[in-house]
């Protein structure tokens, strides 16, 4: 018995996953008519994680649905907002991705980030255990089955890569109120509370400070607040909501 062999035809906007020589057409793939497709995509490099509707001959289909030989299939990607159910939305990020977690903070988004490669086992065991969004730009650890959820980073630029988590998620903004070191949430302070974080020209120019509940790290305006100010106006301009 020969075979399987079905159409596969991708969205563009999963082209980076794709060999260059397969993008912008249907790829002829054999199967061998027991995978799943949920395991044909991920065999021809796209995580999961990216995949939006499945139709097979035009109709909508499970990740679970073994093709059968002659079926075509359009993979298409994930709606914007994505919505995560189930839990609180919050994020995981990895090693590499330490410079978004602090602006994802800076937000006040949820963000938890491992400073130290801890490996992907423990990382997958993490998102599902505190029920976390995974975003990486690590293939492999995107397709671990035991993630909650996950996204790839697509761009290694700090800044667009906001702009995409921000753009896909839609994640509620509070700016100013987490760590950006831990993530804890902060309260006002007083200056004596936290004088001996200060050196004696922030304690004699600034009078309005935070600390972090959980780390007791003191924030205040100072010579780069402009630069976060700027983030923040960016994020908050693109309609995210605030409270």
């Excluded at 006040?108 to 993490?126: P, Q």
Aim: aromatic fraction near 6%; hydrophobic fraction near 40%.
């Amino acid at each position: 018995m020969n075979a399987p062999e079905i159409h596969v035809e991708f969205a563009p906007e999963l082209g980076l996953f794709i060999p260059h020589g397969r993008r912008g057409h249907a790829t002829k793939v054999v199967t061998d008519g027991a995978s799943t497709l949920g395991h044909v995509v991920e065999s021809l490099g796209v995580p999961l994680t990216e995949v939006g509707a499945l139709l097979v001959d035009g109709r909508a289909t499970a990740v679970s649905h073994v093709p059968a030989d002659g079926e075509s299939v359009e993979v298409r990607p994930v709606e914007r907002p994505q919505r995560v159910p189930g839990a609180p939305l919050r994020f995981l990020l990895d090693v590499h991705l330490g410079t978004l977690a602090r602006r994802l903070r800076l937000l006040g988004v949820d963000t938890a980030y491992e400073s130290t490669d801890i490996g992907d086992a423990a990382l997958a065991t993490r998102s599902a255990a505190e029920q976390r969004v995974m975003l990486s730009r690590d293939r492999g650890l995107l397709r671990r089955r035991e993630l909650w959820a996950g996204a790839f980073v697509y761009s290694t630029r700090p800044e667009e890569q906001l702009t995409d988590i921000l753009d896909r998620f839609a994640p509620e903004l509070k700016p100013w109120t987490r760590c950006t070191a831990c993530n804890g949430l902060l309260r006002d302070a007083t200056k004596d509370e936290v004088a001996d974080q200060l050196e004696h020209g922030t304690r004699r120019t600034y009078d309005v400070f935070a600390q972090c509940r959980d780390c007791g790290r003191a924030y205040w305006k100072g010579a780069h607040h402009q630069e976060l100010e700027a983030i923040v106006e960016r994020a908050l301009a693109r309609g995210s909501g605030t409270s």
